[in-house]
């Protein structure tokens, strides 16, 4: 399986495979049509907490990778389930935020990946 970020304001291409938005909140100005989801796992995003304190701070870049894998060794039933979801097919995750290199998807794709 592989895994890949991407904006979800950019457009969808048939490329993305399944698509899975990992963001807690709903990208603002992003109709449901355009984002083109395949699956929102709202629960695989950063705690509140963690997402608030972070603000995508590049200094706290490594605190927060981890914090939240440290939030998502204690839910590895999500982790599972969009590995399971990534079974022999492409899987790109959907973020919303304008920084591309300190973002939650990043740091999962991490994550999912070692």
């Excluded at 698509?19 to 449901?32: A, E, H, M």
């Excluded at 492409?90 to 794709?109: G, M, S």
């Amino acid at each position: 399986m592989a895994f890949h970020v991407k904006r979800v304001q950019e457009k969808a291409a048939a490329t993305d495979g399944l698509r899975v938005l990992v963001d807690r909140l709903w990208p603002r100005g992003i109709s449901k049509e355009k984002a083109k989801l395949d699956e929102w796992m709202k629960e695989i995003a950063p705690s509140t907490a963690l997402r608030n304190w972070f603000m995508h701070d590049p200094a706290k870049w490594d605190e927060f990778l981890r914090r939240y894998h440290a939030e998502l060794m204690k839910n590895p039933e999500l982790v599972a389930c969009l590995r399971k979801l990534g079974k022999g097919r492409k899987v790109t995750l959907l973020f919303a935020t304008r920084e591309e290199r300190y973002n939650n998807a990043v740091a999962l794709k991490g994550y999912l990946d070692t």
